[in-house]
């Protein structure tokens, strides 16, 4: 307990981050003995990868923003270029694991592998459709709470009006369900009929990045035009929440950012 205590929620979590990764492939995958142990092989890889390359730039990105807060610059236009930065951050982080990703999939496209990953995606794909099903008010309610709770790990506590503002994006994002889970189910169709034409290791590789990152290649333009508006209703919203913080919120969420960097280049060391 001494050991926990002196560790970062953050760091804590990101030490697990392997054994839950390779915990979720192996739900998908039809592993034998020594595929499993291929493929902690690779999670140790990847992890490797990611504290090396990918959380110091995570940790100069928190950084700038802590700066930007306690200058009080978190202006429309500094919100709008830092998520602009973060998705920049997310496909490098999506193109570095891919080459490990590949790696895994490559030994999954015999039909009796292939089916047993078809079968557990649909098992996914039912699951999230049962989640969206709930009704709306019960629904607006539990995305309310959530994201009430990751903004007051970086805020502090948030005012009834900023808790408002929580409310109403999601209140305006109800019912956009149907349209992403059509074109989600398009993608996943897309993928497995992919992985069934036998492709090798560099195929998936040059593959996954079209799926992952532009997925109106594979499945059509409505995934971009539905992406596109999710994330200028997203910038919107960041916006407006960054916009009604008070100086103590400021100042919490630009030390709880620099905490968090510094987590982050302890791990990468």
Excluded at 11 to 24: D, N, P, R, T, V
Excluded at 48 to 56: C, I, Q
Excluded at 194 to 212: C, M, V
Aim: with cysteine; glycine share 4%; net charge negative.
């Amino acid at each position: 307990m001494i050991a926990v205590s002196g560790c970062s929620r953050f760091k804590l979590l990101y030490s697990f981050g392997g054994e839950a990764i390779q915990s979720e492939t192996e739900f998908y995958l039809d592993l034998n003995e020594e595929e499993e142990a291929a493929l902690e092989r690779s999670v140790g890889e990847l992890i490797s990868w990611h504290r090396a390359e990918m959380l110091p730039r995570y940790a100069e990105f928190f950084r700038n923003g802590a700066e930007a807060a306690d200058s009080g610059a978190l202006d429309e236009l500094k919100v709008r270029l830092a998520i602009q930065e973060m998705r920049a951050l997310l496909r490098q982080t999506v193109e570095g694991a891919v080459p490990h990703v590949a790696a895994v999939l490559a030994g999954h496209t015999k039909p009796r592998k292939l089916n047993h990953l078809r079968a557990r995606m649909a098992e996914r794909s039912a699951e999230r459709r049962e989640e969206l099903e709930v009704p709306k008010l019960e629904w607006l309610a539990e995305r309310t709470e959530s994201s009430v709770r990751r903004f007051e790990r970086f805020f502090g506590d948030l005012s009834e009006a900023q808790v408002a503002m929580v409310q109403r994006y999601f209140a305006d994002t109800a019912g956009s369900s149907n349209p992403w889970q059509r074109v989600r189910e398009d993608r996943r169709q897309a993928f497995l009929a992919f992985l069934a034409g036998r492709p090798d290791q560099d195929r998936i590789a040059k593959f996954l990045p079209r799926i992952l990152l532009h997925s109106d290649q594979v499945v059509g333009p409505e995934y971009k035009l539905l992406a596109d508006a999710w994330w200028a209703r997203f910038a919107d919203w960041m916006v407006e929440m960054m916009g009604s913080l008070d100086a103590k919120q400021r100042l919490y969420f630009s030390t709880t950012l620099r905490d968090y960097a510094d987590d982050m280049i302890d791990l990468s060391s």
